[in-house]
């Protein structure tokens, strides 16, 4: 089975960047879209960005355009997410995803078209 293992959550201050990890445990043939989701205490998950294997075409939320940065290493799959200019508002645990099932590439941030997941990372952003 698939395993994703996001790693460089951390605390910060309001301002302040932080870069998240994600390496899968293998490389499965569904891996040509990875996106980054997050989700706050008592709101529904939410897609960052995302990002195609071949392309590095990317997308990003509105709430994350221009400060942060989505990028994959394909020799190891592995996944990242630069984020700067951080605020309280971004503060959630952070997934890593992939195993898309979309077929329309607007319907990217949606949760429900990815068959696998990491355990999350906290990010927390003080004011």
């Known amino acids: 089975p698939q395993v994703l293992m996001e790693s460089g959550g951390g605390s910060v201050e309001a301002g302040g960047s932080l870069r998240l990890s994600c390496t899968p445990s293998t490389y499965t043939h569904d891996m040509y879209f990875m996106a980054w989701f997050r989700q706050a205490p008592g709101k529904e998950r939410e897609g960052v960005a995302g990002?195609?294997?071949?392309?590095?075409?990317?997308r990003y939320s509105d709430s994350v355009q221009g400060r942060f940065t989505i990028s994959r290493e394909n020799a190891q799959n592995t996944l990242y997410l630069h984020m700067i200019s951080l605020k309280p508002e971004d503060t959630a645990i952070y997934f890593c995803?992939?195993?898309?099932?979309?077929?329309?590439?607007?319907?990217?941030?949606?949760?429900?078209?990815?068959?696998?997941w990491g355990q999350g990372t906290q990010v927390t952003v003080s004011s």
């Open positions: 990002i195609w294997s071949r392309s590095h075409d990317t």
């Open positions: 995803a992939t195993g898309s099932t979309f077929t329309n590439a607007d319907d990217w941030a949606q949760a429900d078209k990815y068959r696998h």
